[in-house]
């Protein structure tokens, strides 16, 4: 990879990352909810979990799609479904008086697994893996992987301290429940790519 692919490879992926997806719009509510240091184990879950999937993509899971494009359908249905579902989840999480005793932030392998049907994450790995690394050697998609998780993680925990900051206004049940339901409707619209695709 020369010095000028690094770099524009370097700005797609703090961009890519930065901005407003399901994983980010999930780490914010759950640093409002839950706070920075519960918050963490799911966190770490969407780096390592976006990393082993760009390496996977890249060994050939594009390929298993061209031949068997019905697996890409059962992903995109899957994707609905738990969005879905994590929007539901968000909405109805406990005000901040209770998470202490009701709450449950994602889990590491939850946000591990999450990836697998993130739409974002699947354009992400893609665009990472025939973009960045055209010669699909073993070695450039391992590089390709350990750069974008590199900055990746750090691109992804400014959302948990906005969510950090949200908080201390979250001071009523009211308020939370405008907000929980608030960062469900956004979540749904992350489904919009998947629902309605660019021609």
Not at 50 to 59: D, K, S
Not at 107 to 118: I, P, Y
Not at 149 to 160: E, T
Request: aromatic content about 14%; glycine content about 6%.
């Amino acid at each position: 990879m020369t010095y000028d692919v690094f770099i524009a490879f370097a700005t797609f992926c703090f961009v890519s990352s930065a901005t407003p997806g399901p994983n980010n719009l999930m780490l914010m509510a759950s640093g409002a909810n839950f706070g920075v240091r519960r918050t963490i184990p799911h966190w770490l879950g969407i780096g390592i979990g976006f990393t082993a999937m760009i390496v996977l993509v890249g060994l050939g899971l594009i390929g298993l799609f061209e031949t068997y494009p019905v697996v890409y359908k059962i992903l995109k249905i899957a994707s609905i479904a738990f969005l879905i579902y994590l929007a539901w989840k968000i909405a109805n999480a406990a005000p901040l008086q209770e998470t202490s005793v009701t709450g449950s932030p994602v889990t590491f392998f939850q946000a591990v697994a999450f990836q697998w049907v993130n739409p974002k994450a699947w354009a992400m790995a893609l665009t990472a893996v025939t973009v960045y690394s055209p010669s699909q050697s073993v070695v450039a998609i391992i590089i390709t992987a350990l750069i974008f998780g590199i900055i990746n993680l750090p691109s992804c925990s400014i959302w948990i301290f906005i969510g950090q900051q949200i908080r201390r206004w979250l001071t009523d049940r009211f308020r939370t429940r405008v907000f929980n339901i608030s960062m469900s409707i956004l979540l749904l619209t992350s489904l919009y790519p998947i629902l309605f695709p660019a021609a």
